[in-house]
């Protein structure tokens, strides 16, 4: 049902062999279809919680196209939860790829305007419990103490795969950046973390040093964020990184998404181009998942990405 632990896949390049670089991809994306990479590693924790607590329901948040939105539906389906996704702006009828499928999957969806779903999620998660009942609910990109702590399991996986060898870097992409707070908290002051963000974020230093302090009570120094190559910010792309994307793929035979792993993947290959990462070292790659968003990409903008 979950491909867990996901595999750890050595890529070949001349790029790679050039610049003395070991590089595996840790393929989270291959964990399952709709709850997928770190999606999946956040709702872990969370959804053992809500069965210990005894709830039956699932309250979240996300946009028309998130990714949380779709694991948070599938995952519920396969666990035994009623799922409630509070959904940002309209529902427009047809819906798209992601909401369809959430749909389908028994989700009870809400649609909330912008203002309110960015000021008042607090007060909205009350009316609705007291509407259709008590719920557990889980915070926006999914990412909370329970999330990080799933997230932190990668290192683990990782470590395990390499008989005990350290990486020298890690790499991965940023929304809310749970996933960044969980691989340092995993690497507890070891290696090194790129963290690559999707969006001009800036505020994402500040964000994941408290979700490090409210999960462990550390602050670390061994991680930096990597700001070049957000492509004008949260769901902006341009041609040359549909080009990477649909070149990547071909290359590597590996499907990276338009929204996180595109990006980081793209700032990986240039941060090497540009001797960013030391001759001889290992670097890891966390492949995030993500590829449910592909479909509605395409939809959007004229099937650009090769599906
Ligand atoms: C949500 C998501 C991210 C961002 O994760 P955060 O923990 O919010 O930083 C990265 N990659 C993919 C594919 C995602 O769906």
């Not at 050039?18 to 709702?43: A, E, Y």
């Not at 960015?118 to 998660?125: G, S």
């Not at 795969?161 to 707070?181: K, M, N």
């Not at 690497?187 to 490090?212: H, Q, T, W, Y």
Request: glycine content about 12%; charged content about 20%; some cysteine.
């Amino acid at each position: 049902m979950l491909k867990q632990p996901s595999p750890l896949q050595l890529i070949q390049d001349e790029l790679l062999t050039l610049r003395g670089i070991r590089l595996f991809v840790k393929r989270d994306d291959l964990i399952h279809p709709q709850v997928s990479g770190n999606k999946w590693r956040k709702l872990k924790y969370n959804l053992q919680a809500a069965r210990e607590q005894q709830q039956k329901r699932l309250l979240t948040f996300g946009g028309a196209y998130s990714n949380h939105i779709a694991a948070t539906a599938a995952a519920g389906k396969m666990f035994g939860f009623e799922t409630i996704g509070v959904i940002r702006g309209e529902l427009v009828k047809p819906l798209n790829p992601t909401l369809s499928i959430a749909l389908e999957l028994g989700m009870h969806l809400v649609s909330v305007d912008r203002i309110a779903y960015r000021e008042e999620k607090t007060e909205i998660a009350a009316g609705l419990q007291d509407e259709l009942g008590k719920c557990y609910v889980i915070p926006e990109g999914g990412s909370n103490t329970l999330a990080v702590k799933g997230c932190a399991e990668i290192v683990t996986e990782v470590l395990e795969q390499l008989g005990g060898e350290l990486p020298d870097y890690f790499c991965v992409s940023a929304g809310t950046g749970g996933t960044s707070a969980g691989l340092v908290t995993g690497l507890a002051g070891m290696s090194f973390l790129r963290v690559f963000p999707a969006l001009k974020g800036d505020f994402l230093k500040d964000e994941i040093n408290s979700l490090i302090w409210e999960s462990v009570g550390k602050k670390y120094e061994n991680w930096q964020l990597v700001t070049d190559y957000h492509f004008g910010g949260y769901t902006k792309w341009n041609h040359k990184l549909i080009d990477f994307i649909n070149g990547f793929y071909e290359k590597f035979g590996i499907q990276i998404d338009p929204i996180y792993t595109g990006k980081l993947f793209y700032g990986v290959w240039n941060d090497i181009e540009k001797g960013k990462f030391k001759y001889g070292s290992t670097v890891v790659v966390i492949h995030t998942g993500g590829l449910q968003g592909i479909a509605g990409f395409n939809q959007r903008f004229g099937e650009l990405l090769k599906p």
